[in-house]
């Protein structure tokens, strides 16, 4: 049988074309003269993406999270590691602890406990910013109680000492990825993401996939690749992305990092969130830090920590 050229090179013209029609199209819109994109899954399902970005800027679910932590026992696996300039572990932290509520009071057990190296000073206190802001989110010292979950009208405050100021503006990092933060000179204003400026430094694109066997959407904030040198130094957040509850839009995972680097400090921070729920409520499963940073009339700390959260239970 005679091969004919003619035929195939049809056939397949044919197949790459019926293919090409196939790609999913993704559309660019402009809301509040602000511009973003939406994959085919967003287009072709209809989805009420103006109600969708609004609530995704107003988010306050990430933080009540973690706050709900405050009003329900739980069991941690924690592991915090310090390193020197050569990349040296320095201090580690590795312990299991259990924080019981009770009577509208929280209070912890630490159930096993390994540390090394210079972790804490004689008094007991950590020697650096890292460990002590994850004490500060895991850890429980005494008893404290008539806390709440609220966030609505709530508003972090950056003052105390210098480590009580650096450990409130990471949390804020934390909590609030895409929103300014106070105290830090010439980078609070170029960490907000929903601003007029930031839409000329950043790419926002919103779809509908799977997340860990669930659909969810995604909002996906990338630096554009054409910036110029001027623009590139505004550049703070180097990607996040978000996974959303569709049904409540509630953050069900984030992974982030951010970088800059200014005359008298420079910071690299990388984090990685997973939430679950229990009893309906939205909490913390799975988190990891990595940062490496350096502030004025303060030692460079590389550092990194890990919690595993499990055995979620409700108060006594």
């Not at 013209?13 to 939406?38: I, M, P, R, W, Y």
């Not at 941690?76 to 509520?101: C, G, P, W």
Request: proline share 2%; glycine share 6%; charged share 25%.
């Amino acid at each position: 049988m005679q091969f004919n050229f003619k035929n195939y090179f049809l056939f397949v013209s044919l197949l790459l074309l019926t293919n090409l029609n196939l790609v999913a199209q993704d559309s660019t819109v402009n809301e509040q003269g602000q511009k973003f994109t939406l994959t085919d899954a967003i287009v072709r399902n209809h989805f009420d993406y103006k109600e969708i970005l609004q609530r995704i800027k107003e988010d306050t679910s990430f933080y009540k999270a973690f706050k709900t932590l405050r009003i329900i026992g739980y069991s941690s696996y924690n592991f915090v590691e310090m390193k020197d300039k050569n990349e040296a572990v320095v201090a580690t932290l590795n312990s299991k602890t259990k924080q019981i509520r009770k009577d509208n009071c929280r209070s912890m057990e630490v159930l096993e406990e390994r540390t090394s190296g210079n972790l804490r000073n004689a008094n007991g206190d950590y020697n650096y910013v890292t460990p002590s802001l994850y004490a500060s989110l895991f850890f429980t010292k005494g008893t404290v109680c008539g806390e709440t979950n609220i966030v609505t009208g709530k508003k972090r405050v950056v003052q105390g000492s210098s480590m009580e100021k650096a450990k409130e503006q990471l949390k804020m990092l934390f909590f609030n990825p895409g929103k300014k933060i106070p105290g830090i000179p010439f980078i609070g204003n170029k960490l907000d993401l929903y601003d007029e400026s930031a839409h000329e430094l950043y790419d926002y694109k919103l779809d509908y996939v799977d997340y860990h066997g669930q659909l969810a959407y995604v909002f996906d904030v990338q630096p554009k690749k054409d910036l110029g040198f001027f623009q590139k130094d505004r550049v703070v957040v180097d990607q996040m992305i978000t996974w959303f509850n569709p049904k409540t839009l509630e953050v069900l995972g984030r992974n982030y990092s951010l970088s800059y680097k200014a005359g008298v400090y420079d910071f690299n921070v990388q984090m990685e969130v997973e939430m679950t729920y229990f009893n309906g409520l939205l909490v913390p499963k799975i988190l990891r830090y990595k940062g490496n940073w350096d502030v004025i009339f303060k030692k460079r700390e590389r550092g990194l920590f890990t919690a595993t959260l499990f055995d979620y239970k409700t108060g006594e």
